[in-house]
């Protein structure tokens, strides 16, 4: 079984930045694509980032030059760093990760979510 945890999620002021984590545990064989999805109140959920396991990531037009994804596959962790953060980006962001367990399935596992409030 693979578990997804997402971390640093939290309010602040616009114009600020966040990083938010988000470690993938369990019966791993590989990971391929780890990303990042958000869902603000009455609108469906939408992918932000999306990071290959050689490191070339993807993003909205509404977060390109703003956000950042990296990840380091020795840790199975992706990092979104988030700058100049505006009120339109608040939502709960997600990670979601898929790959290859240990004994040859396929896998994609989101995880619980962590709000993002930006708000002065």
């Known amino acids: 079984q693979v578990h997804v945890v997402e971390s640093g999620g939290g309010l602040v002021q616009p114009g600020r930045s966040l990083s938010l984590s988000c470690a993938a545990s369990g019966s791993i064989g590989s990971i391929n694509g780890m990303g990042w999805y958000r869902q603000a109140p009455g609108k469906q959920r939408e992918l932000v980032a999306l990071?290959?396991?050689?490191?070339?990531?993807d993003y909205a037009d509404s977060v390109k030059g703003r956000f950042t994804a990296s990840r380091d596959n020795a840790k199975n962790t992706v990092y979104l760093q988030m700058n100049s953060l505006k009120p339109e980006d608040t939502a709960v962001y997600y990670c979601?990760?898929?790959?290859?367990?240990?004994?040859?399935?396929?896998?994609?596992?989101w995880g619980q979510g962590t709000q993002v409030t930006v708000s002065s």
């Open positions: 979601k990760v898929d790959g290859t367990s240990a004994w040859g399935t396929a896998f994609g596992v």
């Open positions: 990071i290959n396991s050689g490191g070339w990531a």
